[in-house]
């Protein structure tokens, strides 16, 4: 059963800070990686969705890494602002499984001015 | 629509009523999923339509959830005698294409389901 974990739990820091999240998953043969946003009381927005003959993608911002054969992915968000504050959540889609994900909990990130 | 539509957005039920969970995909989209996410946790797999045919109900925590998508578009999330642990927020979402080729995915806002 894949299993993901988000490290870490909750993250704080000033504006302009450039940081990194970190996501881990057990079984490595996945089909594909989304990194999604979840404001609170809202449901979840993707963000960067990575296949799994991938190594990057980036959006503005936002970098996110894929290393298949570790077992993590990283979402690098530069020169953070206030309206990043958010729960960034990694979901992972196993070979044959398309879009059923499995979830980390996620990592709560706060930006202060 | 613009984006997928949950109905309704909060809701309250004594423990043992039935409820009913609406979700209206984007038009087109071929897949459709449900997923519960108790708080602080992340999403958990339900189950998955594609088009009419419910191809995965493996996440479904007991016999008393039931969905279903009759014409490939609306579904239901139907939970009989609801029970305090069913309290979550039960979110839907849908993409273009069939499983396996990993589009992106797009989540309504969810209903918050209590059971008190």
């Known amino acids: 059963k894949q299993e993901v974990t988000q490290i870490p739990a909750a993250l704080s820091v000033p504006e302009g800070e450039n940081l990194v999240l970190n996501c881990s998953f057990t079984?490595?043969?996945?089909?594909?990686l989304q990194w999604f946003r979840q404001d609170p009381g809202k449901g979840l927005t993707s963000l960067l969705l990575?296949?799994?003959?991938?190594r990057e993608q980036t959006s503005g911002r936002l970098n996110a890494s894929l290393d298949k054969s570790s077992g993590r992915s990283t979402l690098y968000i530069a020169a953070s602002q206030p309206g990043d504050s958010a729960t960034y959540l990694c979901?992972?889609?196993?070979?044959?499984?398309?879009?059923?994900?499995?979830f980390g909990t996620g990592t709560q990130l706060k930006v202060e001015l | 629509g613009a984006g997928v539509s949950q109905s309704p957005r909060y809701k309250v039920a004594k423990r043992g009523q039935d409820v009913a969970l609406r979700c209206d995909p984007i038009?087109?989209?071929?897949?459709l999923f449900w997923y519960q996410q108790a708080l602080g946790q992340g999403p958990e797999f339900l189950t998955y339509?594609?088009?009419?045919?419910?191809?995965?109900k493996s996440g479904l925590p007991s016999d008393r959830f039931f969905a279903e998508r009759p014409e490939g578009s609306v579904s239901t999330l139907k939970i009989q005698r609801t029970q305090q642990e069913d309290s979550a927020v039960y979110l839907c979402?849908?993409?273009?294409?069939?499983?396996?080729?990993?589009?992106?995915?797009?989540f309504g806002e969810g209903s918050w389901l209590t059971v008190v």
């Open positions: 079984d490595s043969a996945i089909y594909n």
């Open positions: 990575i296949q799994s003959s991938q």
């Open positions: 979901g992972v889609g196993l070979t044959g499984g398309g879009n059923k994900l499995t």
């Open positions: 038009s087109g989209h071929v897949s």
């Open positions: 979402a849908s993409s273009y294409s069939q499983p396996g080729s990993g589009n992106t995915i797009y």
């Open positions: 339509f594609q088009n009419e045919a419910q191809l995965d």
